[in-house]
């Protein structure tokens, strides 16, 4: 009921070129969706967060859509460069409780 | 930009003793975590804190854990008696919000021999 599903667990893709991972939770109560950012040897730094009343949320080339019925959220980079080759996460958390992480996405941009 | 400050980076203990990684969260929040990621797993949420208690638990986070506000700017996590399943890179974070605006640590990396 808790899991949070996240796909692929590696992603390639070519600078300039859509970086798009997905995740999918279970506890429809869930009511806040962020997407972490983790280099190597760093903490997981908040990049981008939606809540269930809205369908999209776009900041700079970071753009997380949320479709509420099928209980699933997606990241989308836009314009990838090679600065973003970093592991994301998923999370979700149900009123400021504990945050439920999907299991992370390797992205290479190769230039 | 403020940081969560978190140390040793790493550190390495005999199974069975005691350790204590220490955190100094951002100065004005009032929400303090501890989450660990073994190697090549996910992220998993220990313990969150607010206004000198435990406000929330995981299963993981059994006797063998304790943590602490010692001083009003350090935030300890210990684990009593250590065993190998403890080795994980251990995240701290804060927040000003329940919940909400996550800052993390760059983590401390325990190895459990």
């Known amino acids: 009921q808790q899991q949070v599903k996240q796909s692929p667990q590696s992603l390639i893709v070519q600078k300039g070129g859509i970086s798009i991972i997905n995740c999918a939770y279970e506890?429809?109560?869930?009511?806040?969706f962020p997407w972490y950012q983790q280099f190597p040897g760093k903490g997981p730094a908040l990049l981008i967060a939606?809540?269930?009343?809205?369908s999209e949320k776009k900041e700079g080339r970071f753009t997380i859509s949320f479709n509420k019925s099928a209980k699933q959220f997606s990241l989308h980079i836009m314009d990838s460069q090679p600065g973003d080759s970093a592991t994301y996460f998923c999370?979700?958390?149900?009123?400021?409780?504990?945050?439920?992480f999907g299991g992370g996405t390797r992205l290479m941009v190769k230039p | 930009e403020p940081e969560v400050t978190q140390t040793p980076s790493h550190q390495v203990t005999q199974m069975g003793q005691e350790v204590i990684l220490r955190c100094v969260p951002i100065?004005?929040?009032?929400?303090f975590y501890w989450y660990r990621q073994i190697l090549g797993q996910k992220v998993e949420f220990l313990v969150s804190?607010?206004?000198?208690?435990?406000?929330?638990k995981s299963e993981i986070f059994d006797d063998q854990f304790s943590v602490e506000r010692p001083d009003g700017s350090n935030f300890t996590l210990k684990i009593r008696s250590t065993k190998l399943e403890d080795s994980a890179m251990y995240f701290c974070a804060s927040s000003p919000d329940r919940g909400y605006g996550y800052t993390f640590g760059s983590g401390t990396r325990l190895t459990v021999v």
């Open positions: 100065s004005n929040h009032l929400y």
């Open positions: 939606i809540r269930p009343d809205v």
């Open positions: 804190f607010y206004n000198n208690e435990i406000s929330e």
């Open positions: 506890n429809t109560a869930f009511d806040y």
């Open positions: 999370a979700a958390s149900l009123a400021g409780n504990m945050l439920t």
